[in-house]
């Protein structure tokens, strides 16, 4: 008979890191707001911000 495998990565194989950032508190307000209104969680919403954002810096 065969087994049934399941396999679970460790934790951090996803291509994620875990972080730790300061935030202004009016900022996270906004974040959570919209985090509310999309059904996203405020991280999932934080990494599509940032995704979206992070190559449209110019440094002078």
């Known amino acids: 008979m065969a087994k049934n495998v399941i396999r679970i990565n460790?934790?951090?194989?996803?291509?994620?890191?875990?972080?730790?950032?300061?935030?202004?508190?009016?900022?996270?307000?906004?974040i959570d707001d919209l985090s509310a209104k999309c059904n996203r969680s405020r991280n999932e919403l934080i990494n599509i911000l940032l995704e979206n954002s992070v190559d449209d810096v110019e440094i002078y």
Do not use: A, P, T
């Not at 460790?10 to 906004?30: A, F, M």
């Open 10 to 30: 460790k934790k951090g194989d996803d291509g994620y890191k875990i972080i730790s950032i300061r935030i202004k508190e009016n900022v996270l307000d906004k």
